[in-house]
């Protein structure tokens, strides 16, 4: 098992929400978000740098809509452009080579076996598996495959030509629940009222045009393409898409549910957890050990005034030489979270 250590993410711990409706009707796909099907959907909040408010705003939107019904999960994405282009035509290439959409889905919220979707502008796809996030030891199964997958891709404007006027992209998927529930609680697809983990992702890479191409921009010093850009619905705090306990709340509401969605306040509980966790990992890589109690895990300052009041509150650590259990009651004590050295949190 990978121990190394890891970044804690530079932003507070407020990850977006998105109240999931019921669809009205069959989704015929063409690509295009501007159909009844799509109008009362609202839009996700604009997309934002993956590190959060530390970096600039992008400079072309990027945004996304969500329902469901008893068969799928459906997203909609559009991806405002004017350099449409894509080269990767067969299925689970890497597909972030190109510019892309991504989807991350973690079902139970324990950030261990989630789903992870890319497509490009010529609608080709790769869906995976995540066993753990890389930074626990992975691994991806790249063979996963979400049976009964339907997508498509509309362009307004041309694809691969340089010359041509384009406006933007648009992504529809459908994605079925029978796949989906494979690592849901209790192997179930969602009720409603419940929420799921999600996150979408947008990959944008620099070109030049030559010759009536696109081409990656090179960067002189290094004679590689220059890094590309992740734009992300709910901000990471860290240029790491798999933090899963960063990513937003999809709430799936019933037939004429209010529309509101608020923070369950054992997140606030799973949250202090993983702060730990990620203190523990760090502890670990410098000094080969677990801290068997709090005090080696605070640092200076106030802002840890919140993790430094865990004592009184329930917190209990296990350790031994490679591993440990750190434990936290629920917000309203009739229970208790547990997370372990790779990052597997879970309710007993």
């Known amino acids: 098992m990978n121990l190394g250590g890891m970044p804690e993410p530079a932003i ?34 604009s997309f934002v ?26 997203i909609g994405a559009q991806l405002e452009e004017d350099e449409i282009w894509a080269t990767l035509t067969e299925r689970e290439s890497v597909i972030f080579y190109d510019n892309d959409f991504e989807i991350f889905i973690d079902p139970d919220g324990d950030s261990h076996q989630y789903y992870e979707f890319e497509i490009n502008a010529l609608n080709t796809v790769w ?35 340089p010359s041509a006027e384009n406006r933007s992209w648009s992504v529809e998927v459908a994605m079925p629940w029978k ?25 944008q890479w620099q070109v030049d045009k030559e010759n009536g191409e696109y081409r990656k921009r090179i960067n002189p010093q290094t004679d590689r393409p220059y890094p590309e ?19 937003g709340f999809v709430h799936f509401a019933g037939e004429g549910e209010a529309e509101t969605f608020g923070l369950p306040a054992d997140e606030t509980v799973k949250w202090k957890l993983r702060r730990l966790y990620y203190r523990q990992r760090n502890l670990y890589e410098r000094s080969g ?7 080696p895990l605070l640092e200076d300052g106030d802002a840890d005034k919140e993790l430094a009041a865990l004592d ?37």
């Open 127 to 161: 869906d995976l598996m995540l066993v753990t996030p890389y930074r626990d030891g992975g691994p991806p199964i790249n063979g996963w495959d979400i049976r009964g997958l339907r997508t498509a891709v509309h362009i307004d404007g041309r694809l691969n030509d």
């Open 289 to 295: 050990s677990f801290a068997p109690g709090l005090a």
């Open 229 to 247: 850009d992740n734009w992300v619905w709910s901000p990471q705090g860290v240029v790491n898409m798999h933090y899963p306990e960063m990513w």
């Open 49 to 74: 740098d993956i590190e959060g408010d530390v970096k600039p705003r992008p400079g072309k939107l990027t945004r996304a809509k969500m329902l469901w019904d008893d068969e799928y999960f459906y």
């Open 12 to 45: 507070d711990f407020a990850p977006r929400s998105y109240v999931c409706g019921r669809a009205p009707g069959k989704l015929e796909l063409d690509g295009r978000l501007d159909k009844p099907f799509w109008a009362n959907a609202p839009w996700t909040e």
């Open 179 to 203: 796949i989906l529930r494979e690592c849901a609680e209790g192997q179930k697809p969602p009720e409603a009222g419940q929420y799921w983990r999600v996150n979408f992702s947008r990959v």
């Open 312 to 348: 009184g509150q329930g917190l209990s650590i296990e350790t031994t030489k490679h591993s440990f259990r750190m434990r936290l009651p629920s917000a309203d004590g009739s229970a208790a979270y547990w997370i372990r050295e790779d990052g597997k949190l879970w309710k007993e």
